[in-house]
């Protein structure tokens, strides 16, 4: 199985800040015939489900802010929250769709500081 | 708006079969994947498995051994089995339209299942 692997567990940022989570995959999860990288990044907040953010490692979803963005390739990922707002409080989730079985990094626990 | 909605018991004991349903509304079932997830509290997400709206079936193969899924088209339902269930079965349990078998985009709420004697 691809390991997705998160850092940091646990992040506090001040509202208007800069949010900044990572995820490494243990192989890479680029496509060279496509140039894609099978990747995807999930927003869970308290007592719901998981919600798609943005797919294809940079696609942001209809609706979703552009304060959300996604970059990276290859094995290295990140997704970045350009102003914090109180709502984006939640845990994120990264999760390779490269090869099955697809598998999710641990989260990490987004807070207000 | 495709919607999801699990139903099942809370309550399983242990060794025994955890039988869990997945009913979708407003939207059609067909040509599509549909996907079993699981979360212990705190904890992070694990795929079950998937099932095409023909009843092609796909398992994580750490779990193949106590998967069985269905699906009942006519009724907009899927169907998880998952037996010999032990404490380690204790999750939320997310069913969920998988979009071309990658990514998850639509999900239920979830359902709490407790393993316990």
């Known amino acids: 199985d691809i390991v997705m692997t998160q850092s940091p567990d646990s992040l506090a940022v001040s509202l208007g800040e800069r949010a900044t989570i990572n995820c490494k995959s243990s192989q890479s999860v680029l496509y060279s015939s496509n140039n894609k990288n099978y990747f995807a990044w999930y927003q869970q907040r308290p007592g719901q489900p998981p919600k798609l953010l943005i797919s294809w490692a940079s696609t942001r979803e209809s609706g979703v802010p552009d304060r959300f963005s996604g970059s990276g390739s290859g094995t290295d990922f990140t997704l970045s929250i350009s102003t914090l707002q109180a709502e984006d409080v939640a845990v994120y989730f990264c999760q390779q769709y490269y090869r099955s079985p697809h598998t999710f990094g641990q989260g990490t626990k987004l807070e207000i500081k | 708006q495709v919607q999801l909605q699990e139903s099942g018991p809370g309550l399983v004991k242990p060794s025994e079969t955890l039988s869990l349903n997945c009913t979708v509304s407003?939207?059609?079932?067909?040509?599509?994947?549909w996907s079993w997830l699981r979360q212990p509290a705190g904890k992070g997400l694990e795929w079950i498995g998937r099932?095409?709206?023909?009843?092609?079936?796909n398992y994580n193969p750490s779990l193949r051994s106590r998967v069985t899924m269905s699906i009942d088209t006519s009724k907009n339902q899927f169907h998880l089995k998952f037996s010999s269930v032990t404490a380690a079965d204790t999750a939320v349990y997310y069913c969920?339209?998988?979009?071309?078998?990658?990514?998850?985009?639509?999900w239920g709420q979830g359902t709490l299942v407790s393993v316990s004697s």
């Open positions: 099932i095409y709206s023909s009843g092609t079936t």
């Open positions: 407003g939207g059609s079932m067909s040509s599509s994947y």
């Open positions: 969920a339209r998988e979009f071309k078998a990658w990514w998850f985009d639509h």
